[in-house]
C-alpha cells in the first residue's frame, strides 16, 4: 500500500468511507488505515475513527513521535484536492452512529448504533440518541451523512489557525521542551513518593492509622500525575518503557488500569467535553455539566444510553449541593470502570499494540494491589478500623481525582467550558482553547497540582513533558493572541466558582423538567379517575 501519485476528489474519498474504507487527511496526503492497524493502533481504534473524511494533520504531529511519523507514509494512497490548499471536512461516519462490525458471515459491515438528534436551524451540532428499534437499519450510511451541517466558523480561518499551530509546534521543538527532566523535574517526585510511602510505614507501625492512611492516599495522589504522562508517552517517549513504568505504579501499587486510561484519556484530549463522544463529562444520573445530556444522549465510548429519566432530573437538581460528596467516592468509580475494561479486554481479540502481554501485566497488578492492601486492611485489627483506613485513604484522594485524572484536570479545566459542537470544520487548537481552561498556580505550589493546572498547553501538546508547560506555556499564550483566540485561565477559588455556577444553571432546569413531569403526571392521574 505504498505511495502513489493520484490526486482525490472530496467526492471519492467520500464513496471510499461509504464502501468501507478508513481514509483520514494528513498533510494533504490520504491515508488508508488498514483494519489491522485500526484494531492494533495504542490510542484505540476511536482516536482515528473520530477524524476519518477529516484533515488531521496537527492532531497527528501533537500526539505522534518521528519515527511513528514516518512509519505513516506506508499508509499514503495520495494527495487530495484542495481549495487553496484547505481540505473540506466531512462528518466522520461514527460522528453520526455508523459503525463498522462484524457480520454474521465474518465479514465487516455497516451497524447504526445511535441516531442524531435532529438539529435546530443553522446548529452545527450533532448530538446522538439511541437509534429506535423499530426502525429498518439501512445498509449503510450515506452521502447526506458526510455532508457537516451548517457552521458559524470560517473554513479559511480555522485553516490560518491549524498553519500557525504548526509554527507553533515547531518553536516548542527548537526550544528543546520536549527533552524529559529526569533529575530536576522527576528527582523530587521519587523523593516525595519516597517520603510518603515512608511516613504511611511508619505511621502504621505506630497504630497512627488516620495518618499512614492520609499519607498513603497523597501517594496515590501523587503517583497518578506520573502515570499520567507515562500514559501520554512524556517520560522515555518509547511505549513499552513507558507502559511497564505505568503498570508499576497505576495497576501494582494505585490498583487501577492504566490501559483503561490510556483508551479513555486519548478520547478526551480529541473531541474535548462533546456530550455524545468525551467520556470524561458523561456521569449520568449524577452530574451533568450541559442541558444537550436531558436528551437521554448515546455515548459512543461506553456504547450505551446515558438515561436521563426522574431519577437523573432528581439527583441533577442537587448536583451543586452534592458535586464535592460526590468527588469524594470518585475513586470507587475508577476501580469499576477499570475492572469493567479489563474483563471486556478478555473477550476483546483486537488487541492494540502490546495488549497481550500487557493486559495480563495489568490483571496481575490488580490482583498484587489487593493482596498488600488487604494484607494492609486486615493488620488494622479490627472491621472498624479497616473501613475507616480504607475511607480515609480513598477520600484523601478522591477529591483530586474524577475518571483517573487529577481534580484539576478535569472538573475545573473542563466543566465550566463550552460543550457545543462546532463541526468538523473546527481546528485543533480553536477546539482545544475553547473547551480547556488553566489554573492559575504559583510555581511552589504547582506540586500539589502535579503541573497539570496547565491544561490548555497540555491539551495542545499532550506529549509535552509536563515539567516544561510552564516555559510553554508563554509560547501558547502568544499564540492565542496573534490569532485572536482566548487563552482562559481562573483562579483555584474563582474555578471552583465557576464550576459550580454551571452544575446549578443545570440544576435549576433540571427541577423545571422534574416539575413538567410531575404536573403531566398528576394531570394524567386525573383524567384517568374521572
Known amino acids: ?40 493502533h495504542p490510542g484505540g481504534s476511536l482516536a482515528i475513527l473520530h477524524f476519518v473524511g477529516r484533515d488531521a494533520t496537527n492532531e497527528i504531529d501533537a500526539y505522534h513521535c518521528d519515527q511513528t511519523l514516518a512509519k ?21 461516519p461514527v460522528m453520526t ?10 465479514k465487516t459491515a455497516w451497524h447504526n448504533e445511535a441516531a442524531p438528534v435532529p438539529p435546530s436551524d443553522l446548529s452545527s451540532e450533532i448530538l446522538l440518541v439511541e437509534r429506535d428499534s423499530c426502525l429498518l437499519e439501512t445498509s449503510g450510511p450515506s452521502l447526506s451523512h458526510l455532508v457537516p451541517p451548517p457552521t458559524t466558523l470560517s473554513l479559511k480561518d480555522q485553516a490560518q489557525h491549524s498553519v500557525a499551530y504548526k509554527a ?8 528543546g521542551l520536549y527533552k524529559t527532566r529526569y533529575i530536576t523535574g522527576y528527582g523530587p517526585e521519587v523523593a516525595r513518593y519516597l517520603l510518603l510511602a515512608a511516613s504511611s510505614a511508619v505511621a502504621y507501625s505506630h497504630d497512627w492509622l488516620i495518618i499512614s492512611a492520609v499519607c498513603l492516599g497523597l501517594l496515590w ?44 484519556h486519548n478520547v478526551h484530549h480529541l473531541v474535548t467535553n462533546h456530550p455524545s463522544h468525551d467520556p470524561d463529562i458523561g456521569h449520568l444520573p449524577f452530574l451533568a455539566i450541559s442541558t444537550a445530556f436531558f436528551n437521554s444522549l448515546w455515548s459512543s465510548y461506553y456504547k450505551r444510553t446515558m438515561v436521563f429519566n426522574r431519577v437523573s432530573a432528581f439527583l441533577i437538581s442537587f448536583q451543586h449541593k452534592l458535586f464535592y460528596i460526590l468527588l469524594g467516592f470518585g475513586r470507587f468509580n475508577l476501580y469499576a470502570n477499570a475492572y469493567g475494561f479489563l474483563w471486556r479486554k478478555a473477550f476483546d481479540h483486537r ?17 498484587f494491589f489487593w493482596c498488600w492492601f488487604g494484607a494492609v486492611l486486615k493488620g488494622c485489627g479490627s472491621w472498624s478500623r479497616a473501613i475507616t483506613y480504607l475511607i480515609v485513604s480513598h477520600v484523601t484522594t478522591s477529591p483530586l481525582h474524577v475518571q483517573a485524572r487529577d481534580y484539576l484536570g478535569i472538573v475545573l479545566s473542563h466543566f465550566s467550558m463550552s460543550t457545543e459542537d462546532l463541526g468538523p470544520v473546527e481546528s485543533f487548537p480553536h477546539r482545544q482553547l475553547r473547551t480547556t481552561t488553566d489554573v492559575i498556580c504559583p510555581p511552589h505550589l504547582s506540586f500539589m497540582h502535579g ?40 483562579g483555584f477559588i474563582s474555578g471552583n466558582g465557576e464550576v459550580l455556577e454551571v452544575l446549578k444553571g443545570v440544576a435549576d432546569q433540571a427541577k423545571i423538567v422534574g416539575m413538567v413531569a410531575d404536573r403531566e403526571i398528576r394531570e394524567a392521574m386525573g383524567k384517568k379517575r374521572q
Open 72 to 92: 505513516m507514509k506506508s499508509y499514503v494512497i495520495g494527495t487530495v484536492e484542495t481549495s487553496s490548499g484547505i481540505w473540506e471536512p466531512l462528518v466522520p
Open 221 to 264: 495522589h501523587q503517583l497518578v500525575f506520573t502515570v499520567h504522562d507515562l500514559g501520554h508517552m512524556g517520560v522515555t517517549h518509547d511505549w513499552t518503557k513507558d507502559r511497564l513504568i505505568a503498570i508499576l505504579l497505576a495497576d501494582f501499587i494505585g490498583g487501577l488500569s492504566v490501559g483503561w486510561w490510556v483508551d479513555n
Open 451 to 490: 503541573g497539570l493546572h496547565l491544561q490548555v498547553t497540555h491539551h495542545l501538546f499532550p506529549r509535552l513533558p509536563r515539567h516544561n508547560l510552564r516555559e510553554a506555556s508563554v509560547l501558547v499564550k502568544e499564540f492565542a493572541k496573534e490569532q485572536d483566540l482566548v487563552y482562559a485561565e481562573f
Open 351 to 367: 488487541r492494540a499494540k502490546g495488549g497481550r502481554w500487557s493486559w495480563w501485566l495489568e490483571v496481575i497488578g490488580v490482583l
Open 168 to 175: 507553533l509546534h515547531n518553536r516548542i521543538i527548537d526550544a
Open 1 to 40: 500500500m505504498g505511495a502513489t501519485k493520484k490526486e482525490w476528489t472530496r467526492e471519492e474519498v467520500a464513496v471510499r468511507i461509504l464502501a468501507g474504507e478508513t481514509l483520514v487527511v494528513y498533510n494533504n496526503q490520504l491515508l488508508r488505515i488498514p483494519q489491522v492497524w485500526l484494531n492494533a
Open 97 to 106: 452512529g455508523w459503525v463498522r462490525k462484524l457480520s454474521c458471515d465474518g
